[in-house]
């Protein structure tokens, strides 16, 4: 059975910025409020959340990115899962579908649908709606 879920969040920032918001690692640690790892090319590591959060990078493009995801809590002999964003321009800002695949189980599935909305995208629009509107 797969766990899988997608989402899709409003972001008050253009296409071209949210990508920055979300492959900068600067950027991440300072709307995510964690330590973090961004390589930005393919093949590049991927850590958030202080390292919770780990990964490969496996594609980046103006409107797409999709990358391996595993958390220290996951036991060592399970696979990563995948974490795929789409951003399409919107009179908004930016409309964001995170698709995450292949979670462990159905209580991960559970998890990550209410964190990906509160760790995530409230906290990355926070920090657009308070830094980012000048830019």
């Known amino acids: 059975m797969a766990f899988d879920l997608s989402l899709t969040f409003q972001l008050s920032a253009p296409p071209h910025r949210v990508v920055k918001l979300l492959t900068d690692a600067t ?4 709307w995510s409020g ?9 093949g590049g590591a991927f850590s958030m959340f202080d390292g919770w ?3 490969t990078v496996k594609k980046i493009t103006e409107n797409e990115i999709a990358c391996t995801w595993a958390t220290t809590e996951w036991p060592q002999n399970v696979a990563p899962s995948e974490v795929h ?3 399409k321009k919107n009179p908004g800002g930016t409309l964001v579908t995170v698709t995450h695949t292949g979670l462990p189980d159905e209580e991960e ?3 990550h649908k209410s964190g990906w909305t509160d760790f995530f995208f409230e906290p990355l629009e926070d920090y657009i709606m308070i830094f980012e ?3």
Do not use: D, S, T, W
Request: no cysteine.
């Open 27 to 30: 950027l991440i640690r300072r």
């Open 34 to 42: 964690g330590e973090a790892v961004f390589e930005n090319k393919e």
């Open 53 to 55: 959060a780990n990964g």
């Open 85 to 87: 964003y789409l951003l």
């Open 109 to 111: 599935m559970k998890a």
């Open 133 to 135: 509107q000048e830019k």
